[in-house]
């Protein structure tokens, strides 16, 4: 089996998969040999998605847009993510940059 994104050859692979910082687990993939990428099958798609229900991060992932307030830009965050890391009205977090992303930590 050829890769898709860059047609080097394809190996089946034991992978651990990640979802928002979380392991779910190690599950069969075939990962191109150049550019690491996988490929899933359907049921092992389902099993991921199982998995992410399980741990109970499915759907977590939310776009939202930034908002320009005064000289700051204000981010909304969603109720759902408020919740799992008990963020509730006044509390202080701590933001900073990280390796090109934005880290919010919760105190």
């Known amino acids: 089996m ?6 080097s050859e394809m190996k089946k692979q034991l992978v651990e998969h990640r979802e928002l910082g979380v392991s779910l687990g190690r599950f069969p993939a075939m990962v191109c040999s ?7 099958d359907s049921a092992t798609v389902d099993k991921i ?5 399980k741990a109970g991060i499915f759907g977590m992932a939310n776009r939202v847009k930034a908002a320009k307030i005064g000289n700051s830009i204000a981010i909304r965050v969603p109720k759902g993510i408020a ?7 006044g509390m202080d977090v701590v933001i900073h ?5 934005m880290v919010v930590e919760v105190l």
């Not at 050829?2 to 047609?7: A, D, H, S, V």
């Not at 940059?97 to 992303?101: H, K, L, M, T, W």
């Open 34 to 40: 150049k550019c690491n990428e996988r490929f899933y």
């Open 83 to 89: 919740e799992a890391v008990h963020l509730k009205p």
């Open 97 to 101: 940059p990280e390796e090109g992303r």
């Open 2 to 7: 050829k890769c898709g994104i860059c047609k």
């Open 49 to 53: 998605q199982a998995a992410s229900k």
